[in-house]
Nanobody, 117 residues
Framework: QVQLVESGGGLVQAGGSLRLSCAASGSTFAINAMGWYRQAPGKQRELVAMLSSGGSTNYADYVKGRFTISRDNAKNTVDLQMNSLKPEDTAVYYC???????????WGQGTQVTVSS
C-alpha cells in the first residue's frame, strides 16, 4: 500500500510561482512513476506532469516551459515547480503514484492552487 501527502498549495498572483511537494510512504518500492494531475471546477481531471523512476518525463502542452517536475527516489518525494502561473492554472492538484506490475494507482488528497489575475 502507498500513501501520498501533498503540500505547497496556496494563493498566488498571476506570474508568480509555487512549489508543490508530494511525499510517498508505505510500499514505495512498487512505484514506477509519480506525478501530478489537476482538476478545476466543472472540468475533468487532467495530467500535468509525470516522472518515471527511470527519469522519463511527460508534460501537458500547456505547462511546458513553465512547470518542472523532479523526484528524489531515495526520499520518495516528487516536487512540481510552477513558474509563470496563470489564472487558468487554478485547480486542485493531486499527486499520483503508479505501479505497472501489478497495476495500481494511488492518489493524494489534493492541494488547492489559486492564481489571481
Amino acid at each position: 500500500q502507498v500513501q501520498l501527502v501533498e503540500s505547497g498549495g496556496g494563493l498566488v498572483q498571476a506570474g508568480g510561482s509555487l512549489r508543490l511537494s508530494c511525499a510517498a510512504s508505505g510500499s514505495t518500492f512498487a512505484i514506477n512513476a509519480m506525478g501530478w494531475y489537476r482538476q478545476a471546477p466543472g472540468k475533468q481531471r487532467e495530467l500535468v506532469a509525470m516522472l518515471s523512476s527511470g527519469g522519463s518525463t511527460n508534460y501537458a502542452d500547456y505547462v511546458k516551459g513553465r512547470f518542472t517536475i523532479s523526484r528524489d527516489n531515495a526520499k520518495n518525494t516528487v516536487d512540481l515547480q510552477m513558474n509563470s502561473l496563470k489564472p487558468e492554472d487554478t485547480a486542485v492538484y493531486y499527486c499520483n503514484a503508479h505501479s505497472y506490475s501489478p497495476y495500481r494507482d494511488f492518489w493524494g488528497q489534493g492541494t488547492q492552487v489559486t492564481v489571481s489575475s
